[in-house]
């Protein structure tokens, strides 16, 4: 299995519907191609003294973070219909749910299908890192999902690369800055898109962040705009899909979450969901 998304939650409190940070490794090939972390403000944005001692996540981390349920349309894009792995299902599955559950999302409204590194191993993440040679920084979301997704691919005996060459992935070490989006790839080409039925047809589109597969992101801006988008540099109550990708400004988000929202159809989509609907997966 080379492709999954693996992921770990902390929570606020020792209840399961506090989710207070999520870290998200997408695997694709056996490559790691994206990278995805956000603090969650949890209920009442209220921690136990436990809990902060475990992950070193406290209130004043989380007072401006956006609740579960303005993250969840971000979240449902990485998960849904997605083979999700784990380091203790049975937590962070549970979590999932439950959070979902408070928040008034059906479970059913998420379709995957679930394996844990913990049925693998029978040790802890700290244990099985360590034997392993994994670097893991035990707590840390991001960390731990990754140090997972190693532990599965090492299981499976694929060897995780950081390139790939077939679908023109660099590494993203490589550059310092990503492009500014500017001049003739700000306008669509509406006239010469064959197909005007694909969902970037005449849609006002936003690329914020930093993207492994498209490290360079004129390049994808430019692929947009050939199927028909508007490229704009700026959220507004206009923008119909902001593409985020690593290192999302919280501005941006806030604004396309506002538009959500007020509009269903507006979407947030994220590197992997862009990436399938370019037929690139």
């Known amino acids: 299995m080379k492709n999954f998304v693996a992921i770990d939650f902390e929570t606020a409190q020792p209840a399961r519907y506090t989710a207070c940070s999520i870290g998200i490794i997408v695997v694709i090939d056996g490559v790691i191609v994206q990278r995805f972390q956000t603090l969650i403000q949890p209920l009442d944005n209220i921690y136990s003294e436990h809990n902060t001692r475990v992950h070193g996540i406290e209130p004043g981390h989380t007072e401006n973070a956006p609740?579960?349920?303005e993250l969840y349309p971000i979240l449902k894009g990485f998960l849904n219909g997605a083979h999700v792995v784990c380091h203790n299902a049975s937590f962070d599955i549970d979590?999932?749910?439950?959070?979902?559950?408070?928040?008034?999302?059906s479970?059913?409204?998420?379709?995957?299908?679930?394996s844990d590194t913990l049925d693998y191993y029978g040790k802890s993440l700290n244990d099985c890192c360590s034997e392993c040679g994994i670097e893991l920084?035990?707590?840390?979301?991001?960390?731990?999902?990754?140090?997972?997704?190693?532990?599965?691919?090492?299981?499976n005996n694929i060897e995780l690369r950081t390139t790939?060459?077939?679908?023109?992935?660099?590494?993203?070490?490589q550059y310092t800055d990503h492009q500014r989006i500017t001049g003739q790839i700000l306008k669509p080409e509406l006239d010469s898109v064959e197909d005007k039925t694909n969902p970037f047809y005449g849609k006002k589109v936003v690329i914020t962040g930093t993207f492994n597969t498209?490290?360079?992101?004129t390049l994808l801006a430019k692929k947009l705009q050939e199927l028909g988008a508007d490229i704009d540099t700026s959220v507004t109550t206009k923008t119909h899909i902001l593409v985020a990708g690593n290192d999302v400004g919280p501005k941006k988000m806030e604004k396309m979450l506002f538009n959500?929202?007020?509009?269903e159809s507006r979407k947030i989509i994220n590197e992997n969901e862009v990436n399938k609907m370019l037929g690139y997966q």
């Open 95 to 105: 979590v999932l749910m439950k959070t979902m559950e408070y928040n008034g999302i």
């Open 260 to 263: 959500i929202n007020t509009d």
């Open 107 to 114: 479970y059913r409204d998420l379709n995957f299908q679930v």
């Open 67 to 69: 609740t579960f349920k």
């Open 137 to 155: 920084n035990h707590h840390d979301s991001l960390s731990d999902a990754e140090a997972c997704a190693r532990l599965f691919l090492r299981k």
């Open 164 to 173: 790939n060459p077939g679908r023109g992935r660099l590494n993203p070490s």
């Open 214 to 217: 498209w490290p360079d992101r």
